[in-house]
T-cell receptor
Framework: GAVVSQHPSWVICKSGTSVKIECRSL??????MFWYRQFPKQSLMLMAT?????????EQGVEKDKFLINHASLTLSTLTVTSAHPEDSSFYIC??????????FGPGTRLTVL | GENVEQHPSTLSVQEGDSAVIKCTYS??????FPWYKQELGKGPQLIID?????GEKKDQRIAVTLNKTAKHFSLHITETQPEDSAVYFC???????????FGKGTSLLVTP
């Protein structure tokens, strides 16, 4: 399988600030990474598909200007939550597909907006 | 788009018993069906998967079955142990590179 890391593992911020979450592929070069959001006791919902060297593809209902995605290299994708509000508090998880459809997830980042 | 239904939402079994979780999907083009285990505060971990050209797959105490005609697939855990307690998600996707559509999850509790 693939090893995926996320940083930070948790973050608390004030309303109105921006938060950057990093997703790194430690042993595989990923042209595509995915960002999911998971609210407490709910399933994972796809937010966007991050493509190396090009613009991300956002799911319906996800604001691209609020959730900025940068996939500048084959091993790093970042998600920046801009002007965060309490309703953005969630568990953010990235994933990638090394081969054969098998998708591996990072450990997640817990965001709490006060 | 794809719609994945998962049942039950909660399941409690005694240690040593079997646990079965069932999922249905709507898009006949889906051909990849993974199962994930998620422990509290962690990312999902792939535990087993099956592709549409296979009807059953087994890995030690875990097995998955797929009925393409009926568009449903199931996870079977035998000889359950307390450390099997977690939330289990089924998912479906189409061709390589596509994101996953997840079921709503099943919270499994294995009591000693």
């Amino acid at each position: 399988g693939a090893v995926v890391s996320q940083h930070p593992s948790w973050v608390i911020c004030k309303s109105g600030t921006s938060v950057k979450i990093e997703c790194r592929s430690l042993d595989f070069q990923a042209t595509t990474m995915f960002w999911y959001r998971q609210f407490p006791k709910q399933s994972l919902m796809l937010m966007a598909t991050s493509n190396e060297g090009s613009k991300a593809t956002y799911e319906q209902g996800v604001e691209k200007d609020k959730f900025l995605i940068n996939h500048a290299s084959l091993t790093l994708s970042t998600l920046t939550v801009t002007s965060a509000h309490p309703e953005d508090s969630s568990f953010y998880i990235c994933s990638l597909i090394p081969h054969n459809n098998e998708q591996f997830f990072g450990p997640g980042t817990r965001l709490t907006v006060l | 788009g794809e719609n994945v239904e998962q049942h039950p939402s909660t399941l409690s079994v005694q240690e040593g018993d079997s646990a079965v979780i069932k999922c249905t999907y709507s898009d006949s083009a889906s051909n990849y069906f993974p199962w994930y285990k998620q422990e509290l505060g962690k990312g999902p971990q792939l535990i087993i998967d099956i592709r549409s050209n296979v009807g059953e797959k087994k890995d030690q105490r875990i097995a998955v079955t797929l009925n393409k005609t009926a568009k449903h697939f199931s996870l079977h855990i035998t000889e359950t142990q307390p450390e099997d307690s977690a939330v289990y998600f089924c998912a479906a996707s189409k061709n390589s590179g596509y994101a996953l559509n997840f079921g709503k999850g099943t919270s499994l509790l294995v009591t000693p």
